[in-house]
């Protein structure tokens, strides 16, 4: 059974950073595509990055350009998401999925088969 576990979540003053990471259990991470995803108030679950099997190949939406990074260390079954100069509109519950099923990245939320229970992000102004 294939367990995604975030953490790293907390309170931020705006402009601040948290690094949050993902650790996988169950089967090795180097065989998923790994994103992150966040859920706001009211709003629905949104792609924020994604980072290829080797990690050579990333993708963000466009909202997190320049201020966010996936990265991730397969020898240590685990992804992060660092995320620099923070604002009051990354405010969400943030969760990692792992998609086993294609060569490529993806931003779908479709493609992905397992996820985290997710962790809160809170930045106040």
């Known amino acids: 059974q294939v367990q995604l576990v975030e953490s790293g979540g907390g309170l931020v003053q705006a402009g601040g950073s948290l690094r949050l990471s993902c650790t996988v259990s169950?089967?090795?991470?180097?065989?998923?595509?790994m994103g992150w995803f966040r859920q706001a108030p009211g709003k629905e679950r949104e792609f924020v990055a994604v980072i290829s099997r080797s990690g050579s190949i990333t993708s963000y939406v466009d909202s997190v350009k320049g201020r966010f990074t996936i990265s991730r260390d397969n020898a240590k079954n685990t992804v992060y998401l660092q995320m620099n100069n923070l604002r009051p509109e990354d405010t969400a519950v943030y969760s990692c999925?792992?998609?086993?099923?294609?060569?490529?990245?993806?931003?779908?939320?479709?493609?992905?088969?397992?996820w985290g229970q997710g962790t809160q992000v809170s930045v106040s102004s």
């Open positions: 169950g089967r090795t991470l180097s065989s998923y595509i």
């Open positions: 999925a792992a998609d086993s099923s294609t060569a490529y990245i993806s931003t779908s939320i479709k493609r992905y088969d397992y």
